[in-house]
């Protein structure tokens, strides 16, 4: 009886949406090259929107989704007049901590990124 009240107490952590609203530090390594953007998350139950913020794209809304431990958002980008589909998919690892796989749409499809709570 306490090993199912303990697995059910561990599941019921899953089972709700991660908040992960606020300002986060990412690190994103493209086949480009690597950079820092940074990004604020106002999320509403499972829904996300927000700012990307880069050297590259300047500042762009993103919109997405938080599903238990799973975030997902995109966004599209203007680099120099070309425009960029781009999207994010990872892991919430923590209150602070997330990480994942990117996809800059002709660019690159297997970019890698972690991101820090500010």
Do not use: H, R
């Amino acid at each position: 009886m306490l090993k199912l009240i303990c697995t059910l107490i561990l599941c019921t952590g899953f089972a709700f949406a991660a908040d992960v609203s606020g300002t986060w530090q990412l690190a994103v390594e493209t086949s480009q090259g690597t950079g820092n953007p940074t990004i604020v998350f106002q999320q509403q139950g499972e829904q996300l929107t927000g700012t990307f913020n880069s050297q590259i794209f300047g500042e762009a809304k993103i919109t997405g989704s938080v599903k238990g431990n799973a975030i997902e958002f995109e966004f599209d980008g203007d680099a120099g007049g070309q425009k960029i589909k781009v999207s994010y998919k990872g892991t919430i690892e923590s209150s602070t901590v997330m990480k994942g796989t990117a996809v800059y749409a002709g660019f690159d499809e297997n970019a890698t990124w972690s991101g820090t709570k500010k």
